[in-house]
């Protein structure tokens, strides 16, 4: 059998009586001096509790000395499910939805290094928060108590070794499994495409192995502390569309570009890319069948020292874009096309934002919660100051940013259409009032607050100069 081949592989899962699996663990190959290669491969045995290995050599003479032997571990497998699936012989050969509709999953073996790392990342951050001053929080939001965060130091510091786990890796979604799930092509439904096997050392020996590198496990861990003395865009090649590589380089150098704890601001705005269908029940009540997806399409970030723009970009879906929401998104069909000098891929948008998250910055802007979800990124929330939180009241409806620009600042904004740019700026003016209240004290704040709450409900949350 081999991947990509659908007759191979049905051809094994016919004949698979003993429930093996079609996908070895461990592969070891061995060059023989006469010109012969064996293969190997660990197999499960019969009554199930050991293993055993099986080897294949090119011709039946194994007589020749060994020149090289090298041992592969399975690492990585990228499989392609498919959505409709029909049982028994019957093919799908007619029905090309059915034949190449799907999507892909990755199946891969973290090393407990990346563990380890988050662990530290953890104690580091929890330990900050004790030591950090409440009275000074930048984010206006945060009620959390110190002992909290030293519980949470104890309780990583107690934990176990990490290990080396598998994980599935499903669109947005991220489960905990093992290798089995990984080898396993018995079913109908999932087809091997990409396969990923790792030199490892044979015997348990440190002796040579082709390919295989020894790695410092302490090199993982340390590896946030050296990020600090790089240039980001360099060593990611991060450049704007419009640009020359490392032109951008000239136009925010290091020295000038926001480092840890500096605030910028930034706003999103998002296109569907797959619309949400439901039905109604009996009861009268909605029932959700797809959940709808978004995908983004521009991101505004700026420099909130200066108020210089810093990333301003439209962003390449990587799926048909269904609905552009112009109306809430302020996005046309025009902004997306590829002549579109400042237009980037997603993955550049991703990395350009990743580089402001590890660096320290602070990002400023209105309902970043969602915004940061959609686009599948963590953000410490030590590194988050929203808006929409500061100015909101338990079990009460969160406030709108037009309607906190023109109750607080008394500007309409958003009168045509939306801008990325306009609402980061506005975001970040708004937190300002919300430090200027703060200063005042906390009852003036509540009182502003309160405030709001009456003249939204008395207006029915209608834009009006108040």
């Excluded at 029909?86 to 973290?110: F, I, M, P, S, W």
């Amino acid at each position: 059998a081999k991947a990509g081949s659908d007759e191979c592989l049905n051809v094994w899962r016919q004949n698979n009586e003993a429930g093996g699996h079609w996908l070895p663990e461990f592969l070891e190959i061995e060059l023989k001096d006469d010109g012969n290669v064996i293969v190997s491969e660990e197999v499960d045995s019969i009554d199930g509790h050991e293993r055993a290995w099986k080897s294949w050599c090119s011709s039946g003479n194994r007589s020749g000395e060994k020149i090289v032997k090298a041992r592969y571990q399975l690492v990585s497998v990228v499989s392609f499910i498919r959505s409709t699936c029909q049982a028994g012989n019957d093919t799908v050969e007619n029905d090309e939805v059915n034949r190449h509709g799907g999507h892909y999953v990755l199946h891969c073996k973290v090393p407990h290094q990346y563990e380890q790392r988050a662990r530290s990342h953890q104690v580091d951050e929890a330990q900050r928060c004790v030591s950090d001053d409440q009275s000074t929080n930048i984010t206006l939001t945060s009620d959390v108590p110190q002992s909290i965060f030293s519980e949470r130091c104890e309780d990583i510091e107690s934990m176990s070794k990490p290990m080396d786990k598998w994980h599935l890796f499903n669109g947005f979604v991220v489960n905990e499994t093992n290798v089995e799930d990984a080898r396993a092509f018995h079913v109908a439904f999932k087809e091997p495409c990409l396969v990923q096997y790792q030199a490892i050392p044979c015997n348990n020996s440190s002796e040579d192995v082709p390919g295989y590198i020894q790695k410092d496990p302490s090199l993982s861990v340390v590896a946030g502390e050296c990020e600090k003395e790089l240039d980001y865009f360099s060593r990611f090649n991060i450049t704007n569309s419009s640009l020359a590589p490392r032109q951008i380089l000239q136009i925010h150098p290091p020295s000038v570009f926001p480092s840890k704890g500096d605030l910028v601001a930034i706003d999103t705005e998002f296109v569907s890319v797959q619309p949400e269908k439901s039905t109604i029940t009996a009861s009268g009540t909605k029932k959700t069948l797809t959940e709808g997806r978004s995908a983004l399409a521009r991101v505004s970030v700026i420099d909130c020292r200066s108020g210089k723009i810093i990333i301003d970009d439209y962003v390449l879906p990587q799926e048909p874009v269904v609905d552009y929401l112009t109306r809430f998104s302020g996005i046309k069909p025009e902004d997306l096309s590829k002549n579109r000098s400042n237009l980037i891929t997603t993955r550049m948008a991703y990395m350009k934002l990743r580089v402001l998250v590890d660096i320290g910055c602070i990002f400023v802007g209105h309902g970043l919660e969602k915004d940061f979800r959609v686009m599948n990124m963590h953000v410490p929330p030590r590194q988050i100051v929203d808006t929409v939180n500061i100015f909101h009241q338990p079990n009460r409806r969160m406030i709108s940013l037009r309607f906190l620009a023109n109750y607080l600042l008394g500007c309409d904004m958003q009168q045509e259409t939306h801008c990325s740019v306009e609402d980061a700026r506005m975001a970040y003016e708004i937190y300002l009032s919300a430090l200027e209240m703060r200063k005042q004290g906390q009852g003036v704040f509540d009182k502003l607050l309160n405030e709001i709450y009456d003249f939204g409900r008395k207006s029915d949350w209608k834009i009006g100069m108040a």
